[in-house]
């Protein structure tokens, strides 16, 4: 390879793989080091220096002047008698650098440099689309399904690709190659490969951005998503607020005849959505988290930590929901284990105590 045919390959990767230049010139250098240790069996402290434009490069050695004749690291040090015979005001502690770079160099760097530089571009890429999409965690992307192996799903997206592992697909779903779906950024792995990007559609994460994406009030900030919980396939919770007491925040979530809310219960398979109203009020909020059953009444511990929750005997099974689902879900929406209770249940509590006492 000529210089000037080395510098037009970095230039071709350039356009190629949208790296900055710099980078490349930083990973040919290293490579030039290493391929001069290797062929010339050096264990010198070298640098290599590239000019970008003329492609021209020298090896250059630096050894510390040390006092004495017994040198420790002779590849890496010189006497100040030695020092002196390159630099007549050379001193003990200084460092002489000399051009050392051997006639046959730019055959054999060359050669050994194609392979060298060839991983550092990857490695380099490998930096750049980590730190594009460690950026986007927390966002929806959409990407088009590569292969299904195992029950992991592979998600071709810009640049690279992810995978939407198991555990965080909505159950039921199936996908097929060429599917495009919509998926959560949940995390961003460094591996030796390679960033690994790990999706989600099971995260309650996913259905707020969702919201945030077809509710104009939530992306502008005047309606808040406070809270959210979810058992993906089944149900999700989404508690919100507004400051301007002229907007219904649940009403703006759902749109004109459930026109908002339609797209994401689609894109959901059909999930139960409950918007319910944000109180600052323990009581109220935990009344509304346990929508769509109705409440009598709440009692809210000092702690503010657990609540009792009494409803009728025909809203026990609604508050619970199946398998606890609703009751559960209320109390990771609000942060309060609650606990569901009928007025009877709660009559024949108070005279059992009656009767122990």
Do not use: W
């Amino acid at each position: 390879m000529t210089k000037i045919n080395l510098i037009e390959a970095l230039k071709e990767v350039i356009g190629e793989k949208n790296l900055p230049m710099e980078v490349l010139v930083h990973a040919l250098e290293e490579s030039l080091v290493v391929a001069y240790r290797k062929n010339f069996d050096s264990e010198e402290d070298v640098r290599v220096t590239l000019d970008e434009k003329t492609g021209e490069f020298k090896v250059i050695s630096r050894r510390l002047v040390v006092e004495g004749e017994d040198l420790e690291e002779p590849d890496r040090q010189y006497t100040l008698e030695e020092a002196r015979e390159i630099n007549p005001d050379a001193k003990p502690g200084d460092t002489i650098e000399e051009d050392v770079t051997p006639p046959t160099f730019g055959r054999i760097a060359a050669q050994t440099a194609r392979q060298v530089v060839s991983q550092k571009l990857k490695d380099a890429e490998r930096g750049i689309i980590f730190e594009e999409y460690h950026n986007k965690v927390g966002q929806v992307l959409t990407g088009k399904v590569q292969r299904v192996e195992r029950g992991h799903v592979y998600v071709e997206l810009a640049k690279t690709e992810a995978v939407l592992p198991p555990k965080e697909q909505i159950p039921g779903e199936v996908f097929r190659a060429n599917d495009r779906i919509k998926c959560y950024v949940q995390e961003v792995r460094p591996t030796p490969k390679g960033p690994q990007i790990v999706l989600s559609r099971s995260s309650a994460k996913f259905v707020e951005i969702l919201f945030k994406q077809a509710v104009p009030e939530i992306s502008d900030g005047i309606v808040e998503i406070k809270s959210s919980s979810r058992e993906a396939g089944l149900r999700v919770k989404i508690s919100v607020a507004t400051s301007d007491s002229r907007i219904d925040p649940v009403g703006a979530c759902v749109g004109l005849k459930g026109s908002r809310i339609k797209g994401i219960v689609d894109e959901l398979n059909g999930e139960k959505i409950d918007i319910v109203r944000y109180s600052e009020n323990p009581v109220d909020f935990v009344i509304n988290a346990l929508s769509p059953a109705k409440v009598q009444s709440v009692q809210i511990s000092e702690d503010k930590r657990n609540a009792l929750a009494i409803v009728s005997q025909g809203q026990l099974s609604l508050a619970i929901g199946k398998e606890g689902q609703n009751v559960k879900l209320a109390s990771k929406l609000t942060g309060i284990k609650i606990d569901i209770k009928t007025e009877k249940d709660v009559e024949n509590l108070v005279s059992d105590r009656n009767i122990e006492e």
